[in-house]
Each structure stands twice: as C-alpha cells, then as structure tokens.
C-alpha cells in the first residue's frame, strides 16, 4: 500500500494547528458543540501551501552504516512532497541513542533510530512523543503484530517499527563444516571445530543478550514489568532455578572448551572462526569474509544428564522515535518523516542495501526477502526465540556477569554448589535493581565506562549508592559514586523516577553546581566537563542549593 505522503502531511499539520489552537484556549475550539477529533477529515483540507519549510530544521541519528541511504531518503521525502526542510544526518548507533537522549533531550535529535530495550526509559525521561492516532492505525496495519507491540507502551504506540529482525543466529564456514548435523549438537560441533583448528565466535562472557540463550533453551524467563510511566514495578524471573544449573552446566561445556572465542562479530570468521553467533547486521561482512562458502541456520542445541536442550535467543526490533516539539508546524513534519523513513519504500530501501529485515509485511513477502539465508535462519531461531520485553539497563550488566563466572570456574563440567552460588549472586544483583528501579533518587549519565561489577546500568548510566540522610523528600540527600570517565562530552546527575520534576533545574533533568575545589568545568547544557580518568562524585541536596563534588580517584 502506498501512502499518501501530501494528504497525511496535511491532515498532521491541521491536527497539530487544531491542538496549539486548543492548547491556547480559544473559544471558537472550545465550544461544547464543536468536533474536537484530532483525527477528524474535517481538518484535511487545511490549507498548508504557505508554510516556509526551508526555516525547519531537522537533526536525524542513525547507524554509521545507514548515514548514506537515510541522507538520500531525506533527500527523496524533500522532492515528494515539495518541501526544503533542512535535515541534518549523523552517526549515531541504536545503542547510544537512548543515552544520548536522556543525557539532554533538548539538545538530542529530532528524530532517532533506536533498540526496542530502550522504549521504556526514554518514554519515562520524555524523550518520546506519542504517535498520532492516524498514523497509529497505519503502523498497525502495515507491520507485523510483534513489531507493533514493541513500539508500545501501556497501550500506546510512541514509536515508528523499521525492522524485526534484531536477533541472532549462526553464520558458519561451510568449508570447515562439511557435515550440517553437527550444527545441531553442541558438543558435535566443539569436537568438530576443534579438529579443523577453528573456533566458535559467541559473546558470552559479557552480553547478557547472547548469554540468556542457554537459560531460555531450559524453560528459564525474566521477565520485567512497568507502569504507564515506564517505570518498573516488579519481575518474574527463574534463573536461579534447577533449570538455571542445567543451562548454566551448558554454557560451561563451550565457554571452557579451547575453541571458545567471546566475539559477536563475523570479522571473525577473518580470525580462524568457523561459527559465529551473530545478527543479520553482520551479512555483509560474513558474505565479504566467506563468500560461496557461507551458510546460516539457527542456534544449536546442547545435553545435560541425558536431556537436550535447544538454545534459545531474543527476537526484537530497531524502532525510530520522535522528539517532543514545541513548535505545532515542525512536530507535523517530524511525524511525517518519521512515516515516510520507516514506510514500505523505505524499508524496502534499507533491505536491498544494508539486508536490514523488514518489519513492513510486504516487504517481509516479497521475494527478494524470502529469498534471503540470513533472514531464513533468523525465522528458523525465531520458533526458540523470546521476544525482548523491557528491562532496566542494570539487568544487562547483571546477567552478564553469570557468564563471566562461569568461565572463571575454568572446567566444562563445574560441581552444582559453584554454579548456585553465581546464580545466587545473580539473584542478589536484581533485587537491588528493582529496589532501585522502583524508588526515587539519582543516577550519573554520559560517556562512562561501566564495570559488570558495579550497581547500575549500562549505556554509560549510574545509580547513585542509597541516600545517606532521613528525609521525607526523596531527593534531599546525600550520594556518593565512582565512576571512569572515557569520553569527552562529560556527565550530569539526572533525578531518576521524576525526570521532569524540575526542582533543582529549570531544564527539569539535571544540574551541575559544582562545589569549591572540583575537578572539571560546568559545561553547556548542564554536563560536567572532565578529562578522561577515575572520579568519586558526591551530591548534596541537603544546603540550600545543591551541590556536587568531583574529585579524582
């Protein structure tokens, strides 16, 4: 289905009128007798030759990889629809876009490319605004059920799906693996690339993403849940469980076995691998490093005490977000572009130039999709593939740390007391991320290198340690952090839990105030500005005007 790109333009800057208008409070919208149906066709025929578009300027964050393509699909948005908007296009991962955005969402991009996991805190901080109801409807329609849920939040669409294939699966080098039936056993396979003098590329010693595939292959979940705020209230999770010790009995036989190699990356096959574990985003390079010889399937599987076990993985989606705008006439346009980047021609776009999987369903038809080995094998995992709810950033780090430990044990076949004390640990590290997810108080964010050790999250986000003083607000006290800085653009403390409340800061999310005797500067939009290094950093709110104290380690 083609949409029509000029009649939705219009129908969204009417709607965006109607609402500054109702905002405003004049009466002729205010009547009780009047249509007030943002949706309504009455406000299609609005009149919106005279906007000067060459004045809007849009910023738009993408994958380096993407840069190309999305600049000329900007481009081609311009010439449909007869406009000069002005849009700025830079590099930005899925990844670090969310971080980047609640560090200062006015000073983020309009428009974002972003992983699914990271829907619940940028709705929380309000760096996501809600997908108009027109447009809604066109999601859903045109995208499959999964993606759509993926973009929403207590029954409300916020973001625009561009694909459904943000899972992973197994590239393999079919001239080391001449016999596909050990693709199926894990053990099999280890002897197998073992003989060949290979290796077995999984990251599994620090990406809780890859390494939950062995506790979901067992029946294991963790599963969190959030208010409409995107807050997180609760979790169900069974990691510590006898199947845990079976999964983790699993993971063990190939993390301490001599052709383990923790990479997601298919450079690796340029390294003496002949597996890798990885995502459509790597075909390119596994087809540039392999050639005829490449071969996908899904994930294999493994055997505890007589039993088998099929892996598991995540299936999710890279989504686009819109930035609030206080300007009606330019959040009209943010939405259509936003539409059009991540519609049917788009998609198709991005397929047949980067193999990123669709998320459209006529393109997920056609036959150049279908036709496709990596996308296959990502349908063939998806049958053992749990889709990628929310979780808090902390979790990530907490799950990777089973991994890790595991390894440290150095056997394949380590005694179930030392597994259950890692699962134990384990269980520890996510009871404090709830007590800390579910309560107000400060976290650190910016460009930070975060340890798996510590309390908090990851993307370059810190909960500050537990309040040092009694007080019936919970954001008078005293906090205390180390942190390591490794970039450039700084940090800033953020209120956690009440992103907007605006007590201390009229930006209502961070501030600096820096104490006598700081190391660093108080930079532009409230970052503190440091060289690369260790600091303790210690917030005060407990004066008359908060202050922090940044001292290196």
Not at 205 to 225: E, I, P
């Amino acid at each position: 289905m083609k949409t029509n790109w000029r009649r939705l333009l219009t129908v969204l800057l009417s709607v965006m009128m109607l609402l500054t208008l109702v905002a405003c409070g004049d009466s002729s919208t205010n009547d009780s007798s009047s249509n007030n149906n943002s949706d309504s066709d009455s406000t299609a025929n609005t009149d919106t030759s005279d906007v000067d578009t060459s004045s809007i300027s849009i910023t738009v964050w993408c994958p380096e990889a993407a840069v190309d393509l999305t600049t000329s699909q900007l481009a081609a948005y311009n010439e449909a629809n007869g406009t000069s908007i002005q849009f700025t296009v830079e590099a930005v991962g899925e990844g670090e876009a969310a971080t980047n955005m609640i560090t200062d969402v006015t000073a983020g991009a309009d428009i974002f490319f972003f992983a699914q996991d990271q829907l619940a805190r940028l709705t929380q901080a309000g760096a996501l605004t809600a997908v108009s109801s027109s447009l809604a409807d066109t999601i859903t329609s045109e995208n499959d059920a999964g993606s759509v849920a993926a973009a929403t939040v207590s029954g409300t669409i916020y973001a625009f799906p561009l694909t459904s294939d943000n899972g992973y699966f197994v590239y393999y080098d079919k001239s080391v693996i001449t016999d596909e039936s050990v693709l199926e056993d894990q053990t099999a396979l280890i002897e197998a690339v073992s003989a060949a003098g290979k290796t077995i590329a999984f990251e599994l010693t620090d990406s809780g993403w890859y390494s939950a595939s062995y506790f979901f292959a067992t029946g294991c979940v963790s599963d969190w849940s959030t208010d409409d705020d995107g807050t997180f209230t609760g979790y169900t999770d069974t990691f510590n469980s006898e199947a845990g010790i079976i999964a983790a009995k699993g993971m063990a036989e190939l993390v301490n076995s001599s052709v383990f190699v923790n990479s997601s990356s298919a450079a690796s096959f340029s390294s003496d691998a002949a597996v890798v574990v990885t995502g459509t985003w790597d075909y390119t390079t596994a087809s540039e490093a392999l050639g005829d010889n490449l071969g996908c399937t899904d994930l294999w599987s493994f055997t505890v005490d007589g039993e088998t076990y099929h892996l598991g993985s995540y299936s999710g989606n890279k989504l686009l977000g819109v930035k609030p705008q206080t300007d009606a006439t330019k959040a009209a346009y943010c939405q259509s572009v936003a539409a059009y980047l991540a519609g049917e021609e788009c998609q198709q776009e991005r397929f047949d130039t980067l193999a990123w999987g669709p998320s459209n369903v006529n393109v997920q038809a056609s036959e150049a999709v279908q036709e496709n080995i990596a996308l296959a094998a990502l349908a063939a995992q998806s049958e053992y593939a749990t889709p990628q709810g929310q979780y808090p950033n902390a979790w990530w780090d907490t799950s990777k740390a089973v991994g890790a430990s595991i390894q440290a044990l150095g056997t394949t076949e380590p005694a179930d007391s030392d597994l259950q004390a890692i699962l134990d640990t384990y269980t520890a590290g996510i009871e404090s991320i709830l007590s800390s997810a579910s309560t107000t108080g400060w976290v650190i964010v910016g460009d930070m290198d975060v340890s798996w050790s510590c309390t908090g999250g990851e993307n370059g986000e810190y909960v500050l340690t537990e309040n040092q003083v009694e007080s019936d607000d919970p954001y008078v006290g005293i906090w205390e952090y180390d942190i390591t800085v490794t970039g450039e653009s700084g940090f800033r403390v953020v209120m956690y839990g009440a992103w907007d409340a605006g007590d201390y800061d009229a930006s209502g999310i961070g501030y600096t105030h820096l104490t006598e005797g700081s190391v660093g500067t108080e930079g532009g939009d409230n970052n503190i500005v440091v060289d690369p290094g260790s600091y303790h950093v210690t917030l005060d709110t407990t004066g008359d005007a908060p202050a922090i104290t940044v001292v290196a380690n």
